[in-house]
């Protein structure tokens, strides 16, 4: 089912969020032709080495998007670790996408995720995107618990493009963030994978789950 969705919208809060949340499941829907859309809330100008330009992550963010090809890759300027003062601003912009794309599938963070922006990007995509069918991604070090009762399973090249999608972060491998490389990447693939009897897989939560009628009226 998730992977017949048409248009779908990734939402993270930072601009790596999506491709370490569900990198390898957007690559899966690429290769099944659903149209791709990614929106990174925050560039994080504060989570770059000292020295490092504004704009660095952003700049990562799309060297990153131009492996995934998507149908359109937004960063907005959100600031980071901020974002319970802009709940308003956040749910008003989601509403514009939501009305500009009408998604089938959203994928944002889960519920059970501690960072403070990832929790309100969870709460006002709930808001927002009513209707629809939200799964949350998980980012393990940020969880308080994991509940993970959906997984889709990856091939080799799904779980290559999202190494070589993280690997594009320079900024945050100097800063020795150890998500960026291949050995985390793929061994959480392959935990996740054990969990469904299945080699590799991403894990997420159901949050919302809304199955329509075919076009020719055959649930």
């Excluded at 809330?41 to 704009?55: I, M, T």
Aim: some cysteine; charged content about 20%.
């Amino acid at each position: 089912m998730i992977l017949t969705s048409h248009r779908v919208l990734a939402v993270g809060a930072h601009t790596d969020d999506v491709e370490l949340g569900c990198g390898g499941t957007l690559s899966r829907l690429r290769q099944a032709g659903a149209e791709l859309h990614v929106h990174a809330l925050s560039r994080a100008e504060a989570s770059l080495p000292v020295g490092a330009s504004a704009d660095t992550l952003e700049r990562e963010f799309h060297a990153s998007m131009a492996l995934l090809q998507p149908a359109s890759a937004t960063v907005h300027r959100l600031p980071v670790r901020n974002f319970p003062q802009h709940r308003q601003d956040i749910l008003e912009t989601l509403v514009a996408v939501k009305r500009s794309l009408q998604p089938d599938l959203v994928l944002t963070h889960a519920s059970t995720d501690t960072h403070q922006d990832h929790r309100v990007v969870h709460e006002e995509c709930v808001r927002a995107f009513r209707g629809i069918t939200i799964l949350g991604f998980e980012i393990p070090w940020n969880q308080s618990h994991s509940t993970t009762n959906a997984h889709v399973q990856l091939r080799e090249e799904d779980l290559e493009l999202k190494e070589r999608m993280l690997a594009q972060y320079a900024s945050q491998q100097q800063l020795g963030r150890g998500y960026t490389g291949a050995s985390y990447i793929h061994s959480a693939a392959v935990f996740r994978g054990h969990q469904a009897r299945l080699d590799l897989a991403e894990a997420f939560e159901v949050i919302s789950l809304v199955w329509k009628a075919s076009s020719h009226g055959q649930g």
